[in-house]
């Protein structure tokens, strides 16, 4: 029988959400043993589709299959017992608890106690390679260690099937190559795999078939081999991009910005100038020191002794208050927790950096606010049935654009953006590189950090790399070697 | 055709879900008045109006920090601090004087609250709830090291009291004149969180105090702004409950922190932070004393009464979190 070689099947699923097809008769056959990638632009429906099959929605029709077993009604604890583990981008784990215990979370009594607990940990551990101590802090464990405790939770559950959704997100480069390994050994035992991905070169990597799909429908599914990167980037969006990146601007003049001998714990004489029109990426691995950098710039955080010169003049930065009066602007690292207000409407999180600006005697002018939101909405081509919708429910992308809008109606000297392209998707990626580009064109200046390599080195005019601390190396992104500058990043 | 009678369900549910306090409030009073004629009588209804003070103005002191993301406990031992500063002022300072001195100690015991909660970093609720509870007993303890635990009376003042009394029991036609002065105070408030940049600035906290921080907001001034506004609001709360009593005590404030914030919550604001306003803790503080009032009009128990209000303050929070699914 040909189903018995499929772990999953997926027939017809549909799920409605209030005014949205969120899933539109979506079907797809997952074999056992292969890596099987799921591809799409936020919104298309991956996640909903994962959520149903852990049990968290319930489908409005459609029929699951499980292990040759149909699956009606589920919950997330049926869904691990039946071996289909699920491994979201932020883990599901107990920060205040040790390893092994995380791995039997409420399974104490069925290990064999804190003993048997720990010993079937370092077993499940051991199986794929990690050398991490059941009895650490999961809550002092690196973002890919956490990762390698939820693939063994996964395994002492006997899992059939894995599903990682954005694995890669907080991974640096070795971490992710450790993880490859990890899912060929995987694959390799007989369990399928499902990568959710928005980088599509793991997808190619690691996967053996994908699924690519676009508003809650499958538009196509094929083995990896017989897809280009430019086809698959073409179902993703429905339409044909000729390059992920635009043009570089080359408008670089005199220098706008220069910080001096900026040290905390962790920052060591970091000293570096802007110049106006530039963009300039900083480089590093998570946690060298990149964003304690623009923070400590910004004001976000208390640090002292350090110079701000822009245009020759001294400012005093001690607070994002005063940064703002100097003409900065930041767009953070995390955008659900420190850059917009989500359950707030789409307006009050364009304007509030303005706010100030619209207020005379204290009063607020709501007609002008108004007008603000509905001209960043314009500008940016923010997808959102109105300004009053609530920007939670805006996909990743428009929630960014949200953010920069935000910012562009200050007309920053200089713009900060940490991770802008983060869990956001390729269509939307491209219109932020073009408002980077617009804000330099203007004469302002962009200080970009990205963990996605390719993404820094095409749109920098000058690339800083930073390890443990230090600015390592500088280059020109035009005429140095990836290897080049990676080298100097991993220090 | 099925699917615009679904529609019309949808908007018929949104209708009731948006108003569902006033509906309540409608609903008591209709049943109410039905099982128990004398509850819609002019002087029940007086009676009520009367015995309201000081709950609302320390539900609107409260509404502040709640939308801010925090919550305020102290406000026990503001109002009975107040309330024991109120009385015993009035000889040295006359009655004006001592209600401005009153009111002034309020904010400015609710900005000390604020600045050891910034000070000291407290940024999680729980952290929030203890401080602002020790404050409470610290506040209250000096009110008892003063008075000696004894109640303090208006009535013994040998200067006059008639602002006092025009705000316990005076009334303009039928309306209490105290009512009128909280309008007024409630639709200034109104008026300063919508449209001023430092009200707006209290919602933007409580959404997400991080974002605000970093588009350039200072947070921990707006934080000490909301506390001490609770303050104020407490210390006009203890003149409405003197002028009302015409006594003081030093622990007068007792119990008013759960109410308020059973008024704030059943209101719709969430505890969440960000979201509501103090009109909607208006209609929870009419919900709340309505319900109180027709329990004891149809003869409740306080113990039952009591039952009651958990179960709702239970409701509010469970609905407000379906609401956010």
Excluded at chain 1, 281 to 287: I, Q, Y
Excluded at chain 2, 162 to 176: D, E, K, Q, R, Y
Excluded at chain 2, 232 to 243: E, H, K, T
Aim: charge should be positive; charged fraction near 20%.
């Amino acid at each position: 029988m040909a189903a018995s070689d499929n772990i999953l099947v997926v027939k017809d699923v549909c799920k409605y959400f209030p005014g949205v097809k969120a899933l539109d008769h979506v079907s797809l056959e997952v074999p056992r043993g292969v890596v099987y990638g799921i591809v799409g632009e936020n919104g298309a429906g991956k996640s909903t589709l994962m959520k149903i099959l852990s049990g968290v929605y319930e489908k409005d029709a459609g029929a699951v299959v499980f292990d040759g077993k149909t699956i009606e009604k589920t919950s997330p604890i049926d869904a691990l017992r039946r071996g289909l583990s699920i491994i979201y981008q932020e883990f599901n784990l107990v920060n205040t608890m040790t390893v092994g215990e995380n791995i039997f979370l409420g399974r104490f009594k069925e290990s064999g106690g804190m003993r048997g607990t720990h010993q079937k940990a370092r077993a499940l551990l051991d199986s794929i390679g990690s050398k991490i101590d059941t009895y650490a802090m999961v809550g002092d464990l690196s973002a890919s260690e956490m990762q390698m405790v939820e693939i063994a939770k996964a395994l002492s559950f006997d899992s059939k099937l894995i599903i990682m959704d954005e694995p890669s997100s907080s991974l640096t480069s070795e971490e992710l190559r450790k993880l490859g390994v990890i899912i060929n050994q995987l694959r390799d035992r007989g369990i399928a795999i499902i990568y959710i991905s928005h980088k599509l070169d793991e997808i190619f990597e690691y996967c053996n078939i994908v699924t690519i799909m676009r508003d809650g429908h499958v538009i196509d599914t094929k083995p990896v081999e017989e897809l280009t990167r430019a086809e698959m980037i073409a179902k993703m969006i429905g339409r044909e991009i000729e390059n992920e990146y635009p043009p570089r601007t080359h408008c670089v003049g005199d220098v706008l910005l220069e910080v001096r001998n900026l040290n905390t714990r962790k920052l060591h004489d970091i000293s570096f100038k802007l110049h106006k029109g530039e963009i300039l990426g900083l480089v590093g691995l998570v946690g060298a020191g990149r964003t304690e950098i623009i923070r400590a710039l910004y004001g976000a955080d208390k640090v002292s002794g350090h110079e701000v010169r822009i245009n020759g003049e001294v400012v005093r930065i001690r607070s994002p208050k005063q940064a703002k009066r100097a003409g900065l602007g930041l767009v953070p690292e995390d955008r659900k927790r420190q850059g917009l207000i989500t359950s707030f409407t789409v307006q009050s999180n364009i304007t509030m950096a303005a706010l100030d600006r619209l207020t005379r005697f204290g009063v607020v002018n709501s007609a002008s606010e108004k007008d603000i939101a509905q001209r960043q909405i314009k500008a940016l081509a923010v997808k959102t049935p109105s300004a009053q919708a609530t920007v939670g429910n805006l996909s990743g992308g428009n929630q960014q654009k949200c953010i920069v809008g935000r910012w562009m109606e200050l007309n920053p000297k200089i713009l900060i953006l940490d991770e802008p392209t983060r869990g956001i998707d390729v269509g939307a990626k491209y219109e932020i590189y073009v408002l980077m580009n617009r804000i330099v064109e203007e004469g302002g200046a962009v200080i970009m950090i990205s963990s996605e390599l390719p993404e820094v080195l095409n749109m920098s005019n000058r690339v800083l790399t930073i390890c443990e601390g230090r600015i390592t190396g500088e280059f020109n992104p035009e005429q140095a070697s990836t290897s080049e500058i990676m080298d100097k990043a991993i220090g | 055709m099925s699917e615009l009678s679904i529609k019309k369900n949808k908007s018929v549910a949104r209708v009731i879900s948006h108003n569902l306090v006033l509906i309540v409030i409608v609903l008591l009073i209709v049943v109410t008045a039905i099982v128990e004629p004398k509850f819609a009588s002019a002087s029940n209804l007086t009676n009520v109006l009367r015995q309201l003070w000081p709950l609302p103005f320390v539900a609107l002191g409260m509404s502040f920090v709640i939308i801010g993301g925090f919550i305020d406990l102290s406000v026990v031992g503001i109002i009975s601090l107040c309330s024991v500063v109120a009385v015993s002022l009035i000889d040295p300072l006359g009655q004006v004087g001592a209600i401005l001195c009153a009111i002034l100690v309020g904010g400015l015991l609710g900005y000390i609250n604020g600045t050891i909660l910034t000070t000291c970093g407290a940024m999680i609720q729980a952290e929030v709830l203890f401080i602002t509870y020790g404050m409470s007993s610290i506040y209250m303890a000096l009110g008892l090291i003063f008075t000696n635990a004894e109640t303090l009376r208006i009535a013994r003042a040998t200067k006059p009291i008639t602002i006092f009394t025009a705000l316990g029991s005076g009334t303009v036609g039928v309306i209490p004149i105290v009512l009128i002065v909280f309008i007024v105070i409630l639709l200034a408030m109104y008026f300063f969180h919508t449209k001023t940049l430092a009200g707006r600035s209290i919602s933007l906290m409580g959404g997400n105090k991080d974002a605000a921080f970093l588009a350039g907001y200072n947070v921990k001034r707006t934080m000490r702004m909301v506390y001490a506004i609770s303050g104020l609001m407490s210390g006009m709360a203890a003149i409405s409950l003197v002028a009302r009593t015409t006594t003081a005590t030093a622990t007068c404030g007792t119990g008013f922190e759960t109410e308020a914030i059973l008024c704030v919550v059943v209101g719709g604001t969430s505890l969440k932070g960000g979201k509501g306003n103090v009109i909607r803790t208006m209609l929870g503080v009419v919900l709340i004393t309505l319900l109180g009032n027709c329990m004891n009009m149809l003869g409740l128990s306080t113990y039952m009464q009591t039952v009651m209000r958990g179960a709702v303050l239970v409701v509010a929070i469970w609905l407000d979190n379906r609401k956010g699914q």
